[in-house]
């Protein structure tokens, strides 16, 4: 009785925004392109067809609003070549063992894109 009483409180809480960020460094010959994926709602970052490009040897920190809690999973590909990829891949359908986080107020996750 106290776990569903729990459950249901845990589930009429509000969830609230959040704002953290991802670090992400390019260690590749090749520009890669990097989208990142709710698990929790249909939302993607940046969103409208667009991706965050991240040139060789680079790095960049994107800043995301999201909820706390929310699941959130980087795709990942050679920039015109989605065949190669990382994370959950370009259109969020690859198995991964380690490419989600939890969305959790000012905190940053850093991602390391190698060959």
Request: with cysteine; net charge negative.
């Given at each position: ?21 991802f ?29 965050f ?63």
């Amino acid at each position: 009785m106290i776990r569903l009483t729990l459950v249901a409180l845990l589930l009429a809480t509000p969830t609230h925004a959040a704002e953290m960020a991802f670090f992400m460094k390019n260690l590749r010959q090749q520009s890669v392109a990097v989208e990142l994926f709710s698990r929790d709602r249909k939302t993607v970052w940046p969103g409208d067809d667009q991706v965050f490009l991240i040139e060789p040897n680079s790095q960049k920190s994107v800043p995301i609003s999201c909820n706390s809690g929310e699941n959130i999973c980087y795709g990942a590909w050679v920039n015109g070549q989605d065949n190669i990829s990382a994370g959950v891949g370009p259109d969020n359908d690859q198995p991964c063992d380690n490419c989600c986080f939890i969305c959790v107020e000012k905190t940053t996750e850093t991602i390391d894109l190698v060959e």
